[in-house]
């Protein structure tokens, strides 16, 4: 099935430093969301975005609707270690139904 | 303020056994949704509904059945399991095309 080109795939980075992540599609949409999942847990919605050029803040974290609706990027400044976890994209389009089309997920690993 | 709830968190089944896996959700939403993911992957769709009474298939529905007779529950039916439907199942809810979607925990299932 299609799914979102997300990366990077893994970031190995130390406690402090700020953390970005993309994920870019052949295909526009018209909702974007970034949802973080821990280890035995569900994903939890971070962030959702309605219209190109948004940009929104959640805390430490910023993300942004692509101009051209074909991306979407997550920064998170200053990192901490409960950041840990699988960051994923995701897109909805209105004629597929607004269901949901995942990135693979990126793997924040802080270094002590 | 439950939110989505899916039960058994664990479950190991033999090769050919059958099971339902129970989701119910008490947020009065009309869209819901399965999804597996597999080791290292990001999610998948089973199966979906967009209110009571209607399911859908999503990309991978063989070998899985739902219903949804209420607007709370959406059981997810694996019938002669299979060791390819090993895997970690969500459940997920949504009020409607433009919001997120809120998840459950998870089920953990293993075909042995």
């Known amino acids: 099935g299609q799914q979102l080109n997300q990366s990077p795939q893994s970031m190995f980075i130390q406690e402090g430093e700020d953390v970005s992540m993309n994920c870019t599609s052949s295909s526009i949409f018209n909702t974007w969301l970034w949802y973080k999942q821990d280890p035995g847990e569900g994903p939890v919605l971070l962030i959702a975005?309605?219209?190109a050029g948004e940009l929104t803040s959640n805390g430490r974290l910023t993300a942004q609707f692509g101009i051209t609706r074909k991306d979407s990027f997550l920064n998170i400044s200053a990192s901490i270690p409960s950041d840990v976890g699988i960051y994923f994209c995701a897109g909805q389009r209105r004629d597929s139904n607004y269901q949901l089309i995942w990135g693979a997920g990126t793997k924040l690993i802080i270094k002590p | 303020n439950a939110g989505v709830t899916q039960t058994p968190k664990f479950r190991i089944l033999k090769i050919g056994q059958s099971m339902t896996l129970q989701c119910t959700q008490d947020m009065n939403h009309n869209y819901m949704y399965w999804y597996r993911q597999d080791p290292g992957m990001g999610l998948k769709l089973i199966y979906y509904s967009v209110g009571a009474g209607i399911t859908d298939k999503g990309e991978v529905p063989n070998g899985y059945n739902v219903s949804r007779s209420t607007t709370e529950d959406f059981p997810l039916r694996l019938e002669l399991a299979a060791p390819s439907q090993t895997s970690v199942y969500f459940c997920a809810s949504k009020a409607g095309d433009f919001y997120g979607y809120t998840f459950g925990s998870g089920t953990r299932l293993t075909v042995v």
């Open positions: 975005l309605y219209k």
